[in-house]
């Protein structure tokens, strides 16, 4: 193997080699990082059908959009709680359990997808209740200790009677409190066709009449949540508020004192960063180089030239 070679292959190594140990995220050292530690568990249950686009929130925004800012803001607001989403539409499921990773429920709130127009079997208010109360039965065998409240999300529509009549007395007692966020007007509002919800593809049409659906919010519907939880209504009609609503669950906070810190290292990807951006650079000047000389011996060759008329 020749010299050259032989630092071609030490270079497409030190390439792969320096990939792999930017996923493993290097440090060195140690220091200890105090966090925010809360006593509070708070389960959101969001509504994702189709009512949730229409446009009534803030003059003409999706209530989805509204719905989505309030619970970011809400995160933010609570540092170190542990979040939880329960959405429902066709059915109630679990889309993220509890975790005090705000990320990640970030995360969750963002992706969340509302049903096409022409999915499922029709709203109900009550749909989640047995799914809730399995989620937060669970979440007091394993901790007892700590306070657990119910953030519902909705419009209150309901647009159909299939399905078994529930209530959410049932999970009153395993609460500590919480708030309805009611979205939308009694007014009603028409819905985005497309999943954008920007209108590009029109607006859902009543297959009965062919004409412009409408979506009504139900605050009675919403109300009567509300009460069978014992928490109060908020309707939501544009953003702001959120920080009172935050401060009304009273969350208690450790400081993250003695053993209630974590380790953090000090990051050393960027350094493997450089060192491989410049095995790329490298790579990519050996690389034009190669090509070059290939041109170069590709090429054909030149018409001798004439002796000159003597």
């Known amino acids: 193997m020749t010299t050259s070679t032989a630092l071609v292959l030490a270079r497409r190594i030190g390439i792969v080699l320096l990939f792999v140990v930017i996923l493993l995220r290097p ?7 105090p966090t925010q ?4 568990d708070v389960v959101v249950v969001i509504d994702r059908t189709r009512s949730m686009a229409a446009l009534d929130y803030d003059g003409n925004q999706p209530r989805i959009t509204g719905a989505k800012a309030d619970l970011t803001a809400l995160a933010a ?16 499921r679990v889309v993220l359990p509890l975790t005090s990773d705000s990320a990640a429920f970030d995360a969750a709130v963002e992706t969340l997808y ?21 989620l937060l039965e669970r979440a007091a065998q394993k901790a007892p200790q700590r306070r657990r409240i119910v953030v519902y999300v909705g419009d209150g529509e309901d647009t159909t009677s299939e399905g078994r009549d529930e209530t959410y007395t049932d999970v009153a007692d395993l609460v500590a409190g919480g708030v309805v966020l009611g ?18 593809l029109g607006l859902v049409q009543d ?3 062919g004409d412009t659906a409408q979506s009504h919010a139900d605050l009675g519907n919403l109300e009567q949540v509300a009460d069978e939880l014992g928490v109060p209504l908020e309707h939501r009609t544009r953003p702001g508020g959120v920080d009172e609503l935050a401060a009304a669950f009273a969350a208690s906070y450790s400081d993250g004192a003695g053993d209630r810190t974590r380790p953090a290292q000090h990051d050393l990807t960027w350094l493997a960063g450089v060192l491989l951006l410049a095995l790329l650079l490298l790579e990519l000047h050996a690389g034009w180089r190669a090509v070059w000389a290939s041109r170069t011996v590709l090429a ?7 002796e000159a008329a003597r």
């Open 183 to 200: 979205y939308g007007t009694a007014d009603g509002a028409p819905m985005p066709e497309d999943d954008e919800l920007d209108g590009d």
């Open 114 to 134: 509302l049903e096409k127009p022409k999915d499922g079997i029709g709203s109900r208010a009550d749909r989640p209740v047995p799914e809730l109360k399995d």
């Open 77 to 92: 607001a609570l540092p170190g709680v542990r979040f939880a989403m329960l959405a429902f539409g066709t059915d109630a």
């Open 300 to 306: 054909p060759p030149r018409p001798a030239r004439k």
């Open 27 to 33: 440090g060195v050292g140690r220091t200890e990082v």
């Open 207 to 209: 297959p009965e009449t």
């Open 37 to 40: 530690l809360s006593d509070l």
